[in-house]
């Protein structure tokens, strides 16, 4: 097919079919029997729990399965007419652009200009073209204030647009983003969805999106495939994936979903827009009763931690920030504290200091023993056995804390992402989990990155017995007798109105709010729970309180 | 935290330079510096990198190159006291050492000591500007079509050193962090460990270079060409360093001699190099746009003349408000 059919949308971006793949001395196949076909245009939506074959359908697309992973393959792969299981991902890198999860290991070049000219160039494109090329997809991307910035000093945010600009530069048909929000802050999340959008409507970018927060891109998709075990087991409408779902697979339901299926309302919405013109068709007003959920006695206790003008001060190489400005903060035993905030608002640094790795520069501090779990649990796995990282019977105890007492024998690597998570978690505990011993603050820094919602549930789980929820607490598993306060960094709002009764959201290193959940994350737009954005109500955030007061309305 | 040897992107001349035209400069002087035992033109040499690193706006690298620098100097100047016993003029016997032998300290061996490190120290400043002002990526590019395979493993070393250092402290607050009853993290597993996530992150890292397209074999397009208006200053001020240099060991001007009795030559000849190879610390200095001060108000300032004309005018006024001709 020539090149001008290819452009005006005669061949598929992407057409698989019955493709069968298996990594290298794997026991299990990643994918099985999968077909599918993407229309030029076409903005996709990828869904499924963690290793259900997402990620790899999106490399065999991009041509790194198998042709840099290696591994058994079978079936057909064709990108804008080129054969993926012969060309090999350069080739097909002027058809297909890549975004991975971690924006961090996408970019080899020391400054954003020269990353995002890097495929023009070894594509043979002449000088001028490549100048044109990277203004123009910088303009595209609004980066152009970023070009003459070296990469390590760019922010999460701002180093996946420009890998986003870098995979955008040959103007493919077809860009494949595997969980490209999972680092961001709901704005810059937010922003980078409706970018992809926009990209799609006017450069005709056919996507395929695979993400694990589908509330926040569901509106903008065509259409969605679903994932399961290796297979593809649904594929069509929005509002037909989320009547799948709700039948069959309810984890991978929306909360505004689940509002309505609570209540009864049918179509399902894939958005607020939808959910707000459902409910404004049956007729539902403004409910003017909130009832708000318990909010601890602050004099009820003493504080476990107490900040008091608290300044810290970071070296970023040439010059020193102050990253954290003022913070006044107390945390009593067992709260369930959520903290908040855009990326560089000062929220891990505040953990970090907490758990004394930083040091204040001005200020006071006042805290018990912290156990932090940082941003990257495999940090704290450098054995090649579970039951070496955890040694005798208090590593047992700790083990059995996590659920994870069966695993003794496992290599870390071999675990899943949830299990790495908890591991890490048990071996900042170890040693200190009963009475006396049990640390003041638990402290965990962004632990549901790349997480699914099932893993994510038995987090909440975890979280709520170690603050001592009677409700969470498996007595056999724990012996713990007193609550730990929890302080979870995150930038996921459904995450946080599930295990937290408060937030503290972080702004420019000053705290900005700091309040009962339900009153924070439905005050606002960006820190706000879909099921908040849609009902608008003070204090209504879970599709549970939402389909209370909607159950009201409607009798 | 970010070395301040790292290559930090700035409007200044030796950044927007070509990669050729600043190692050319830079090159000069260690060259000069390597020619010459002279210690007043090895100071010079110094002079010179540092004051190219002040003007080109990397005083964190040249701060961190001279405490570096200067502690070498020192260790040098230190260690040939005590490994060499030439010179005349003994200031210590220290008796009979193991391994050293008999140990005489002598102002020769210090002197010559002191000459190894500033030559040290000089290089050491002028490599920390080119690491600080020349972006890697342009030179990558220039060694490309000649070496594409070095080009790549520079490439990958370029990216993944600081991401290593980086993961190293992370595994190191980890480490820190762990509960009393989990096991201690050693240094070997934290070794191991951090040597398997840097070989992890290399294989990320080179799939992303296999998505742009680094496996091609297509013809490479010529590098755009990255002459500024500053690259001929720098080849000519390196040219006339080298010429300088070579004509003053032809004359003479690197008149030193620490043994058996120090001689340092201070001649017209030596001067006028020292002289020159400081001078050419200056050649990244840039000179703004010339700018004339105007009001806020954007109206244009008065001068002295204006104000006068002014004033007669208003004299003019009054003086036919009165009634009064004037004369």
């Excluded at chain 2, 201070?266 to 400081?278: E, M, N, R």
Aim: hydrophobic residues 45%; glycine residues 8%.
């Amino acid at each position: 097919m020539s090149e001008l059919a290819i452009r005006r949308g005669a061949a598929p971006a992407l057409a698989v079919r019955g493709l069968d793949y298996s990594y290298p001395r794997a026991t299990q196949p990643a994918l099985i029997d999968v077909s599918l076909e993407i229309a030029p245009g076409e903005f996709v939506l990828l869904a499924g729990r963690s290793a259900s074959g997402k990620s790899t359908l999106l490399k065999a697309a991009c041509g790194l399965v198998p042709h840099f992973h290696g591994g058994e393959i079978d079936g057909e792969v064709r990108v804008a007419e080129l054969d993926a299981l012969e060309a090999g991902p350069g080739e097909l890198a002027a058809a297909v652009g890549y975004l991975a999860q971690d924006p961090e290991t996408q970019v080899v070049s020391t400054t954003v200009a020269a990353e995002i000219e890097l495929p023009l160039e070894m594509r043979g494109d002449a000088p001028a073209d490549r100048a044109r090329a990277v203004e123009e997809v910088a303009l595209a991307l609004a980066v152009p204030h970023l070009l003459d910035r070296a990469v390590d000093t760019l922010s999460g945010g701002e180093l996946q647009r420009v890998a986003l600009a870098a995979a955008l530069v040959t103007r493919p048909r077809l860009i494949l983003l595997d969980e490209p929000t999972s680092q961001l802050d709901p704005v810059a999340g937010d922003e980078l969805i409706w970018l992809l959008r926009r990209l799609n409507e006017e450069w005709g970018v056919a996507v395929l999106l695979a993400e694990h927060r589908l509330e926040r891109c569901l509106a903008a998709a065509d259409r969605v495939v679903a994932m399961v075990d290796g297979g593809v087991a649904f594929d069509g409408r929005p509002a037909g994936f989320l009547e799948w779902a709700h039948e069959r697979h309810a984890a991978l339901t929306t909360p505004a979903a689940r509002l309505f299926s609570l209540v009864g309302l049918t179509p399902l919405p894939v958005g607020v827009r939808d959910a707000r013109q459902t409910l404004r068709g049956t007729g539902i007003g403004h409910p003017l009763h909130i009832a708000s959920r318990r909010v601890p006695d602050p004099r009820s206790s003493d504080p476990v931690l107490r900040a008091q003008n608290l300044w810290v001060e970071l070296d970023r190489g040439e010059e020193l920030r102050d990253v954290l400005r003022g913070i006044d903060l107390e945390v009593r035993p067992g709260e369930r504290i959520a903290l908040m905030g855009r990326n560089g608002a000062g929220k891990s640094t505040l953990l970090r200091t907490a758990a004394g790795l930083h040091e204040a520069v001005a200020g006071k501090l006042d805290v018990g023993s912290v156990a932090l779990l940082t941003q990257n649990p495999s940090d704290y796995l450098v054995r090649e056995r579970v039951g070496d990282e955890l040694p005798g019977e208090e590593g047992m105890s700790a083990l059995r804390m996590v659920g994870l007492e069966h695993a003794v024998d496992a290599d870390p690597r071999d675990l899943s992402g949830g299990e790495r998570q908890r591991l890490a978690l048990a071996i900042a505990l170890a040693g200190r989990m009963e009475g006396e011993l049990l640390p003041a603050v638990v402290a965990l820094d962004e632990p549901t990155r790349g997480m699914d919602r099932a893993r994510k549930d038995e987090l909440v789980a975890l979280i709520r017995s170690l603050a001592g929820d009677v409700a969470f607490v498996d007595k056999e598993a724990t012996k713990a007798t007193r609550a730990a306060a929890v302080v979870v960094a995150t930038h996921d709002v459904e995450f946080a109105s599930a295990f937290a009764e408060r937030v503290v959201l972080l702004g420019e290193g000053v705290v900005i709010a700091d309040g009962p959940m339900e009153e924070i994350l439905s005050g606002g737009w960006y820190f706000a729970t879909e099921v908040a954005r849609v009902l608008d109500l003070p204090g209504i955030v879970t599709p549970e309180q939402g389909a209370a007061v909607l159950k009201g309305e409607l009798e | 935290m970010k070395s301040p040897f790292a290559y930090k992107p700035r409007r200044g001349s030796l950044q927007n330079a070509s990669p050729g035209a600043a190692v050319s400069y830079l090159g000069a002087i260690v060259v000069v510096a390597f020619l010459y035992l002279n210690p007043l033109v090895l100071l010079a040499a110094g002079a010179a990198a540092t004051l190219a690193g002040v003007l080109a706006g990397a005083r964190a690298a040249v701060r961190a190159a001279l405490r570096m620098g200067l502690s070498l100097a020192l260790l040098v100047a230190l260690v040939n006291a005590l490994v060499t016993s030439r010179g005349e003029t003994v200031i210590a016997r220290l008796g009979d050492w193991p391994l050293f032998g008999r140990v005489d300290v002598t102002v020769e061996a210090i002197v010559a000591g002191v000459s190894y490190g500033l030559l040290a120290a000089a290089t050491i400043v002028a490599f920390a500007v080119y690491s600080s002002c020349v972006d890697p990526d342009r030179v990558l590019r220039v060694l490309r079509p000649f070496a594409g395979r070095s080009a790549l493993t520079a490439t990958l070393v370029s990216r993944l050193v600081p991401v290593a250092a980086a993961d190293a402290g992370r595994l190191r607050d980890a480490a820190a962090l762990r509960g009393p009853a989990a096991a201690p993290v050693g240094k070997a597993p934290l070794a191991r460990r951090l040597l398997a996530g840097s070989l992890d992150r290399a294989v990320d890292v080179a799939a992303t270079l296999e998505l742009r397209g680094y496996s091609l074999e297509a013809p490479r397009a010529r590098s755009r060409r990255s002459h500024s208006r500053y690259d001929r200053r720098f080849y000519s001020v390196a040219a006339i360093l080298l010429l300088t240099a070579i004509a003053g060991k032809l004359v003479g001007a690197d008149d030193f001699q620490a043994y058996p009795t120090i001689s340092i030559g201070f001649g017209p000849t030596t001067l006028a190099v020292a002289a020159i190879v400081s001078l050419s610390g200056l050649a990244p200095l840039r000179h703004g746009p010339k700018r004339r001060i105007q009001p806020a108000d954007g109206t244009k300032r008065r001068t002295r003349r204006d104000r006068s004309s002014r004033r007669r005018r208003r004299l003019d006024q009054s003086a036919r408000r009165s009634g009064a001709a004037r004369v």
